[in-house]
């Protein structure tokens, strides 16, 4: 199976982004990967968000399926809020915003390590390999550590349904550090107005002075104290 995709309303040549090969395997239970530690520490799923969304990765209400989570050292667990159906009555083998909320966790545990993010993610290029019950509704979520560096993570990710059987087996899921576009660009998107006496016209000679100083003055109010960049009225 080939994933491809193109920038939308423009035709321009299709990118090649994953390739797979798609197997059925033997019937009966998904072995989880074993346990080696346990996840202690809770942590608000807002305030994982809060810190993705610093990130770049800004996740709108459909993908934001962590309702509870707590992390150790190299494990994130989550509980996951029911899935939305398939569209149009679709079938799928995973619901994709389950999945990636166990790809989410892994982000609490780049959060809890303090470790700094200069504008970049960690995200998803590759996976070994995924076992999956088709059409099994996931309740929870656990991801687990097995290597990392200062650019790359790998990890196992597991989905779990409401009796705690493993329903997904992601096996070596690799994220790579990279820098998002949009977080780069908002410090230029940041304005603060700077009000400067005109030069070389008396202010009463300027019909439209007092509506240009309220607008100013409304705007000097509005802007916030962090802005960075800085317009000159003239």
Partial sequence: ADFLARPRLMDAPWTLHARARIVRGPSGPIAPPAAEDEA???VEPEALYRFAAGMGLNYGPAFRPIEALSVGENVALAALAPPAPPP???????????????MQTLI????QSGQETGGTAMLP???GRIVAQPGAIAAAA???ITARSARVVVANLTLFDEAGAAILVAEGARFQRVVLKEASRLAEQVYVWRDEPLTGLEATSVAFAPALADLAA?????????????????
């Avoid at 149009?88 to 166990?102: F, H, K």
């Avoid at 609490?108 to 959060?111: E, R």
């Fill in 108 to 111: 609490a545990l780049l959060m």
């Fill in 218 to 234: 409304a705007a000097r109010k509005a802007a916030p104290a962090d802005a960075a960049v800085t317009r000159t009225l003239a």
């Fill in 40 to 42: 202690a520490l809770a």
């Fill in 142 to 144: 656990a991801a687990r």
């Fill in 125 to 127: 290029v590759a996976v």
């Fill in 88 to 102: 149009r009555g679709g079938r799928q083998v995973v619901a994709p915003e389950s999945l990636d909320g166990a």
